[in-house]
């Protein structure tokens, strides 16, 4: 044991932390990784296991493993409903360091760049974790230090930063599930997109019945972080009828990529636009809603409702 500890440089510090998990899984209810595929090794419970495996030697270091380690979207969910107070994510980063070091790298949910890139080096001044960088040929991804919020996608103008393992958060999955409820739901008006700390429903692993939420006029779709929005998946539902959409975000200093400073932006924007060709602007809004508060994120959602009936649908 003691040798593979030493092959763990970065993780054995955690070793007395990783004991005192209690395995007790509050943390995978709102892990949204285990809410899309319904495995335990998606979990972070899972990949708590899997850190003490690797550093006593019962888990053998492999791309297996390192996929499942380098699979998290840095929601912090997990830690907020962890029971032994286990800083997950610390744990995970350091885990990753050393998978690094053994040529392990995922991909998981790292960040990559395709070959359409345009070396503008956007991506690289905005990434607010400095995992990207240019090394002579190209966007480099450090896998150790993304934490897939997903910024680099929204800014890349060529569309070359790409995040392939979504876990049903991407913006063609997301926009797939709106026009699919507002195509399908005869009361539909809103669709509301979420990042996962503003968004803390209970049970997420739950599924309502379609009987008890058919007649729902508005949808919450979980998009990780306001820093992935981007305005043609703001727009995408006004295709399929929509009569309004909101984004959900952290309150200003709450969110640790600062993706709800770009979301307030791009929703500003898009609220001239819709002025500029006399659509009230006040179909699209941008709330901030502190995590765990389940009520005031209720009643933003229904004010946003009531105003739109009162607007009625875009004509």
């Known amino acids: 044991m003691e040798n593979k500890i030493k092959e763990f440089k970065n993780l054995e510090k955690w070793q007395g932390t990783l004991a005192s998990c209690i395995r007790c899984g509050y943390c995978f209810e709102h892990c949204p990784m285990f809410k899309h595929t319904g495995w335990e090794s998606d979990a972070p419970r899972a990949k708590i296991i899997t850190a003490f495996g ?175 929005l981007e305005p043609y998946l703001l727009m995408a539902p006004f295709l399929h009828n929509a009569w309004g959409v909101m984004a959900a975000v952290c309150p200003d200093d709450d969110c640790q990529h600062n993706g709800n400073l770009r979301a307030k932006k791009i929703v500003e924007t898009l609220r001239n636009t819709f002025k500029s060709i006399d659509i009230d602007p006040e179909r699209i809004q941008l709330v901030q809603i502190p995590a765990g508060d389940k009520s005031l994120f209720q009643a933003e959602i229904d004010t946003f409702v009531d105003k739109l009936n009162n607007m009625g649908p875009i004509r």
């Not at 739901?185 to 990042?195: D, N, W, Y």
């Open 54 to 228: 690797l550093i006593t030697g019962e888990v053998e270091p492999s791309e297996s493993a390192a996929d499942k380690m380098f699979s998290c979207f840095y929601c912090k969910r997990c830690e907020a409903a962890c029971s032994s107070g286990v800083p997950l994510t610390e744990i995970f980063t350091d885990a990753r360091k050393d998978l690094v070091e053994m040529g392990l790298e995922g991909p998981g949910t790292t960040s990559i760049t395709k070959l359409n890139c345009a070396r503008c080096l956007i991506c690289v001044g905005a990434c607010p974790h400095e995992a990207r960088n240019y090394d002579g040929k190209g966007i480099a991804t450090d896998p150790a230090k993304c934490q897939a919020c997903g910024i680099c996608l929204e800014v890349c103008p060529a569309g070359a930063a790409k995040i392939e393992n979504n876990f049903g958060t991407g913006r063609d999955e997301l926009i797939e599930k709106a026009s699919n409820f507002l195509n399908t739901h005869e009361s539909s008006k809103a669709i509301i997109f979420a990042c996962n700390w503003s968004y803390f429903p209970e049970l997420q692993a739950s599924v309502l019945p379609d009987s008890e939420t058919r007649d729902n006029n508005y949808e919450i779709l979980v998009n990780m972080c306001g820093g992935r």
